[in-house]
C-alpha cells in the first residue's frame, strides 16, 4: 500500500514514471498484490490452524509440554457425552430442515403470487427476526420458555387446559425449544433465497404451461421445484452447516452451556467445554476434526441425493 | 364465470394475507414482549417470566436509565461494538473487494486455484478451528484486543466470492482507458472501478456489519476483561450460575437492536441483496 508517492509525480511525466516503477503498472505483478491480503489471511488464519488441529488432536497438550499420544484422543471421543452432542446436533439440523425448507419455501410461492398483497411488507416483517443477535433471541426465548406458570408459554398452554411444563428441563421439549428458536431467527433468510430463486424463473414457462392447461399443482411441481433446485441445494447446505454447528442458542438457553442432563449441550459445545473450559487442547480439536469429516460426509451424501455431481460435469 | 373468478382470487388472497398475518406475528411477538419486558422490574419478570401483562403502576424507565447514568458498563461495551464493527466493516470491505476485483479483472498463473481456496474456506465452519486460533492469537499477542477479533476474519471468503461475481461484470473499457491514461494498476481498481462497485459495497458492509455487530463465538473467547467485551458477549456476562441481571439484560437487548433495525428500515434493498449474496448463483 505504500504506492501513493508516485501518483504525485504521475501527472507531470508519466513516461518516466512508468519506467522507474513499472512493478505498479505491471499487469503480470498487480494480480498478486490484489490478492494477497487472501493468501496472507488463508495461510495465518485458516491453513495454519487446521492443520494445527489435526496435529493437536494427536497430542496431549500440557502447559509447557506437549506428547503425541497417537489415536487417544480419537478414542477418548466413545463416550456417551460426545454421543449425546451428536443426536442432539444430528436432531436439531434434521428438524430445522424439516421446518427451514418447505415452509419458507411455500411462502416465498405465495408471497411471489399474482394474489398475494403487501408482499415488501411481509418480507421484511418476517426477515426482521435475522436481525437479532442469537444472544438477544436466546435471552427472550429463555424467558418465553420459562418454566415459571406465568411465563408466556405455560400460559399459553394451560389457558388450553394442559399442565404447565418445564420447558428447559426435559429432553424433547428442549430440542421443541431450540427449533422454534431457530425458526424464528431463519424462516425470513430463507424466505429471502426462495425468493430470490423465484425471480430467476423465466415468466414464459408458466405461461406455455398455462396455454397447455396445467393446473396450479402441476406448475408447482412440473416447474417451481425442479427449478428452485439450486438454490434449495444451497440453502440445504448452509442449513446442515449451521445446524452441525449450533452453539450459541444453547448457551443462552442454558446459562453458558450447562444444560441438565446434557440435553442441549451440541458437538461445538463439547468442543468449548473441553477444549476452552477444561483446557483440554487435544481432545477439543479432535472434536473439531470430527465435526469437519461429519458436516464434510454429510454434505457431500447430500450433494450426491440430490444429483449434483451427474449433472455438472 | 368471471364474477366467479374474481369472488375465488380475493378468497385466496384473504387465506393467503391470514396465513402471513400468523407468521407475522410469529415474528414480531417475541420483540413486543421483550419491549414490554424491557419497561418493567427484574422481580416481575423472575416471578412470572416474560408476558403480555401491562400495567401502569410497575411501568418504568428505570432499565434504561441504569443503562446509561448508572454505574454499568454498558456504553463502554456499546462504545467497542461500535469501534469493532467499523473497523471490521472497513478493513473486511477493502480487503475482500481488492481480492474479489484481483480474480475477476486478471488471468493469471494461480487465478483458479486461489478461486478454489475461497470457496474451501467458506465451506469450512469456523467452530472447527477456534481452539488453533485461539492458541495462535496468544502467541501474536492478540488476546483482549480488538484487533484478535477483527483480523482473524478480515478477509473474508463470502465477500469475495460477492465481489468478485458483482466485478466481472464491470465494463473493461473503463480499465482500458485508465491504463492508456498512465494510471496505475491500483490507482485504477481504487478511483475508478472502485466507485463503480458502489452497489456491492453497500450490500456487503450491511452484511459485515451485521455480523461483527452480532457476532459472539469467537469475541467471547478473545475477550477476557469486562471493559473489553461487545454488547452480546457483555449481556451474555449477566447471566451467571448465581443469578441473572434482567434489569440490564432486557433493556440492554432492546437497545444493541435499535441500531440494526434503523440501518434496515432506511436501507432495505442492499440488506436483501447482501443477505441472499452467497445464493446468487446457486
Known amino acids: 500500500m505504500a504506492n501513493h508517492s508516485p501518483e504525485a509525480a504521475k501527472t507531470v511525466e508519466p513516461l518516466k514514471v512508468a519506467k522507474k516503477s513499472s512493478i505498479l503498472y505491471s499487469q503480470k505483478v498487480a494480480p498478486y498484490f490484489f490478492v494477497l491480503p487472501f493468501i496472507l489471511s488463508f495461510l495465518i488464519f485458516f491453513a495454519y490452524p487446521v492443520l494445527s488441529a489435526i496435529n493437536m488432536s494427536f497430542q496431549e497438550v500440557l502447559p509447557g509440554q506437549v506428547k503425541y499420544i497417537g489415536l487417544s484422543n480419537y478414542r477418548g471421543l466413545w463416550n456417551p457425552t460426545f454421543l449425546k452432542a451428536i443426536t442432539n446436533s444430528s436432531k436439531y439440523t434434521l428438524f430445522s430442515l424439516l421446518i427451514l425448507i418447505p415452509i419458507p419455501l411455500l411462502l416465498a410461492v405465495f408471497l411471489n403470487s399474482k394474489m398475494m398483497v403487501a408482499k415488501n411488507f411481509f418480507r421484511s416483517t418476517l426477515f426482521i427476526p435475522a436481525l437479532t443477535s442469537v444472544v438477544v433471541a436466546g435471552t427472550i426465548f429463555r424467558l418465553t420458555f420459562g418454566e415459571l406458570e406465568g411465563s408466556l408459554m405455560n400460559t399459553i398452554i394451560t389457558s388450553f387446559g394442559f399442565e404447565k411444563q418445564r420447558w428447559l428441563g426435559k429432553e424433547h421439549l428442549a430440542m421443541f425449544t431450540l427449533v422454534t428458536l431457530a425458526a424464528w431467527r431463519w424462516i425470513g433468510i430463507n424466505l429471502l433465497y426462495f425468493m430470490a430463486g423465484l425471480q430467476n424463473i423465466p415468466k414464459e414457462l408458466y405461461e406455455s404451461a398455462e396455454i397447455d392447461g396445467a393446473s396450479k399443482w402441476h406448475k408447482f411441481s412440473w416447474i417451481t421445484i425442479p427449478l428452485l433446485k439450486p438454490i434449495t441445494i444451497y440453502v440445504f447446505t448452509i442449513s446442515i452447516y449451521g445446524g452441525y454447528s449450533m452453539f450459541t442458542e444453547s448457551y443462552m438457553l442454558w446459562n453458558g452451556n450447562r444444560s441438565p442432563n446434557d440435553i442441549g449441550l451440541t458437538i461445538v459445545g463439547y468442543l468449548y467445554r473441553n477444549g476452552l473450559e477444561q483446557n483440554n487442547l487435544g481432545l477439543g480439536s479432535a472434536v473439531g476434526i470430527a465435526l469437519l469429516v461429519l458436516t464434510f460426509i454429510i454434505t457431500i451424501g447430500q450433494l450426491k441425493l440430490f444429483g449434483m455431481f451427474k449433472k455438472e460435469e | ?273 447482501g443477505m441472499t449474496a452467497g445464493g446468487v448463483k446457486g
Open chain 2, 1 to 273: 364465470m368471471k364474477t366467479t373468478e374474481k369472488h375465488k382470487w380475493s378468497m385466496n388472497t384473504v387465506l393467503l394475507l391470514l396465513l402471513f398475518i400468523v407468521f407475522a406475528v410469529f415474528a414480531l411477538f417475541p420483540l413486543v414482549t421483550l419491549l414490554i419486558a424491557s419497561f418493567k422490574p427484574a422481580q416481575e419478570l423472575m416471578r412470572f417470566g416474560l408476558n403480555l401483562r401491562i400495567s401502569p403502576d410497575i411501568f418504568s424507565f428505570k432499565n434504561y436509565t441504569y443503562l446509561f447514568t448508572g454505574n454499568s458498563l454498558y456504553l463502554t461495551w456499546y462504545k467497542n461494538s461500535l469501534v469493532i464493527t467499523a473497523i471490521f466493516t472497513v478493513l473486511c470491505l477493502f480487503f475482500s473487494s481488492m481480492v474479489g476485483y484481483g480474480l475477476a479483472v486478471y488471468q493469471f498463473r494461480f487465478r483458479n486455484f486461489i478461486f478454489a481456496l475461497v470457496l474451501i474456506t467458506m465451506m469450512v465452519p469456523i467452530e472447527i478451528i477456534i481452539l488453533p486460533l485461539y492458541k495462535l492469537s496468544i502467541n501474536l499477542n492478540l488476546i483482549n484486543s480488538i484487533w484478535g477479533v477483527i483480523l482473524p476474519f478480515a478477509a473474508a471468503p463470502l465477500p469475495i466470492f460477492f465481489f468478485r461475481q458483482y466485478a466481472s461484470c464491470l465494463p473493461k473499457d473503463f480499465l482500458d482507458a485508465a491504463r492508456v491514461d498512465g494510471t496505475t494498476e491500483f490507482g485504477t481498481f481504487f478511483r475508478i472501478m472502485m466507485p463503480l462497485m458502489a452497489p456491492a459495497f453497500s450490500s456487503m458492509a450491511i452484511l459485515q456489519a451485521l455480523f461483527a455487530w452480532n457476532n459472539f463465538l469467537w469475541p467471547l473467547i478473545v475477550l477476557r476483561t469486562t471493559e473489553q467485551l461487545t454488547i452480546p458477549i457483555g449481556l451474555a456476562t449477566l447471566l451467571t450460575p448465581y443469578g441473572n441481571n434482567f434489569d440490564m439484560l432486557i433493556s440492554g437487548a432492546v437497545v444493541a437492536i435499535v441500531p440494526i433495525l434503523l440501518v434496515f428500515l432506511f436501507f432495505q434493498k442492499y440488506f436483501i441483496e
